[in-house]
């Protein structure tokens, strides 16, 4: 497997209180079989610039929703995974086909 990363900074609405607030997001996509990496770098960078300094939907309070997303939008049946982490709040989910 071939692995793309990228990082995005966003708000989002603490589900409890409302408060608004915000983290970065590391994301890595991966891909089977032999795929242009440059090219997979550039559609993920694409994807996270839509999403960077935004504020999320309470559809996208949680890193499981970000990491299916992303792999909405790079529809295409080679990405297999799609991981999110905050890291610096050691949290992580994982989307897989």
């Known amino acids: ?3 793309v ?3 995005f900074c966003a708000a989002h609405r603490d589900l409890k209180s ?6 970065s ?3 890595t996509a ?10 997979r770098q550039e559609q993920l960078a694409a994807i996270l ?7 999320l939907g309470v559809e996208l309070s949680w890193g499981e929703d970000i990491a299916q997303r992303i ?5 295409d ?5 799609v991981d999110v982490s905050r890291p610096l709040e050691r949290i992580y989910a994982r989307w897989e086909r």
């Open 1 to 3: 497997m071939t692995g």
């Open 5 to 7: 990363g990228g990082i």
């Open 18 to 23: 409302g408060a608004l607030h915000g983290h």
């Open 25 to 27: 997001w590391e994301v």
């Open 30 to 39: 991966w891909f089977t079989g032999r795929p242009n990496a440059a090219h």
């Open 49 to 55: 610039r839509r999403l960077d300094h935004t504020e």
């Open 71 to 75: 792999a909405e939008r790079v529809n």
């Open 77 to 81: 049946n080679m990405c297999v995974q």
